[in-house]
């Protein structure tokens, strides 16, 4: 008995020493924490996933997804859907993260976002625009900006790839991506003229983007 108290206390503190690392962004002392824990418990469901997505944080995509693969018995379900079609896409392996991503039963908010950069890679451009227009349509968070330079980034697709007349979507041009965006729909329509003004425009708001920012980081 006394010897299992130790060792829940160990598990314990190693816990927390994960915990500390992560929040510190040093996934990669993290990691070897984890290790620690699959030493003592190497089915430890939550472990293998915080190896995931310290390997994932780290950049070693590959290694990620062979954990995954090695213990489909314990990381079942959807409870790496994400992670999986995340190292595929950054594998360029875009088919088989399309897959992943269709065969999740359940579909959050990040896996649609990922399922939409999927749908932008593979050029099918009018599935892209509903997943953008869904998640802009459904979410309540910040990223509602993101969204839009990524569904107006799919219009000016659509413009120069596919010759498809810009849909007005309503989209403000309060940024330099949407700007940008916004003059790329126009030059595959051969509106040059006004074009060159939206990106004269998308400019300038760089620059005050930068001065800005600048600014910031010099307030002491």
Known sequence: MASGGGGGASVAALWSEVNRNGQNGDFTRALKTVDKILQISKDDITALHCKVVCLI???NFK????????????LTGD??????????????????ALKTIESASHQTDKLKELYGQVLYRLERYDDCLAVYRDL???S???????????LSAVVAAQSNWERV?????????GTYELCYNTACALIGQGQLNEALKILRRAEGKKVLRIIYFNSCTTVQ
Do not use: M, W
């Not at 409870?79 to 088989?96: D, G, P, Q």
């Not at 007349?165 to 041009?173: A, F, R």
């Open 136 to 138: 802009i349509r459904n």
């Open 79 to 96: 409870s790496v859907s994400f992670e999986k079609a995340y190292c595929e896409y950054r594998l360029n392996r875009i088919e088989n």
């Open 63 to 74: 290694e990620a997804l062979s954990v995954i693969n090695s213990h489909t018995k314990v």
């Open 165 to 173: 007349v810009p849909e007005n979507l309503g989209l403000q041009e």
């Open 140 to 150: 309540q968070d910040d990223y509602e900006e993101e969204r839009k330079t990524n």
């Open 57 to 59: 944080q780290n950049g």
